[in-house]
């Protein structure tokens, strides 16, 4: 197969009838995309740090063409078993449009280079992935580990807070120590650019990690949705168009 000039997304957030710990989860998926990362929704424990259990997931695959990827947004169920057991599922195909910074999805740190973009942007329903991560998960970095998780908990509510902002969630890989990836979904770019960059909770914590001390690295990812189906609290892409 002659991979594309660009990479595609399909992202799998699924909901199980219970909780499932990431120490005994086993999602692998069959076929072989770029990356995949499936990961548990974020949770605080009482020591401040993010719980590696949940009963919603994400899986995130990145395919070096649009054959794989269309083969497993129009047949998921083929390529994921862990969908046999799902309460919910929606899952989106995206072409990325802007990728920048460092992140590590399979055992090395990659910058700037992760995910190829589309040389011209095709427009429509955005979604924005983020990462962040840390060069170990010792006793030293623990407290910034804290910090930067309330903050990403702040973050989300006030996102949640926005009438531009259609869904978002929180998925932690700290479990295999890789990145976990933030989604979400806007009504429209001017509606995104305003809530993360301009002023508001997220502008305030990217200014203050300027200095280093929230985070090792971070990437964003922007993508147009193509297609979607099934739930997510209903159908976001509904809102979007």
């Known amino acids: 197969m002659t991979p594309s000039e ?27 995309p770029k990356y995949w990362r499936f990961c ?14 949940s009963d919603t997931w994400c899986g995130l695959a990145i395919h070096r063409s649009q054959d794989e990827a269309e083969a497993m947004f129009n047949a998921p169920e083929d390529h994921l078993q862990a969908l046999s057991n799902a309460v919910e599922h929606w899952q989106a195909l995206a072409i990325p449009v802007t990728h920048r910074g460092s992140l ?29 991560g840390y060069v170990s998960r010792d006793a030293e970095i623990i407290p910034r580990i804290r910090r930067f998780t ?14 531009g902002n259609v869904r978002r969630d929180v998925f932690n890989g700290e479990f295999d120590q890789k990145e976990g990836f933030t989604v979400s979904l806007w009504k429209d770019d001017d509606a995104m650019m305003k809530t993360a960059y301009w002023q508001g909770v997220h502008r305030t914590l990217m200014d203050e990690s300027r200095d280093g001390t929230f985070f090792d690295r971070s990437s964003f990812t922007r993508a147009r949705i ?6 997510w609290d209903g159908d976001p892409l509904l809102v979007m168009t």
Do not use: Y
Not at 109 to 115: L, Q, R
Not at 116 to 127: F, H, N
Not at 151 to 162: L, S
Not at 226 to 231: A, D, T, W
């Open 40 to 53: 548990p929704k974020i949770s605080i424990g009482d020591d401040g740090l993010s719980l590696w259990d």
């Open 104 to 132: 590590n999805w399979r055992g090395e740190v990659e910058t700037n280079s992760a995910v190829r973009v589309a040389d011209e942007d095709p427009q429509g329903p955005l979604m924005v992935l983020t990462t962040a």
């Open 150 to 163: 309330r903050g990403v908990e702040d973050v989300i509510d006030f996102f949640g807070e926005q009438d």
């Open 6 to 32: 660009h990479d595609w997304i399909t992202l799998h957030r699924i909901k199980f009838p219970e909780s499932i710990s990431a120490k005994e989860q086993d999602f692998d998926i069959s076929g072989t």
């Open 226 to 231: 193509v297609s979607s189906s099934g739930s």
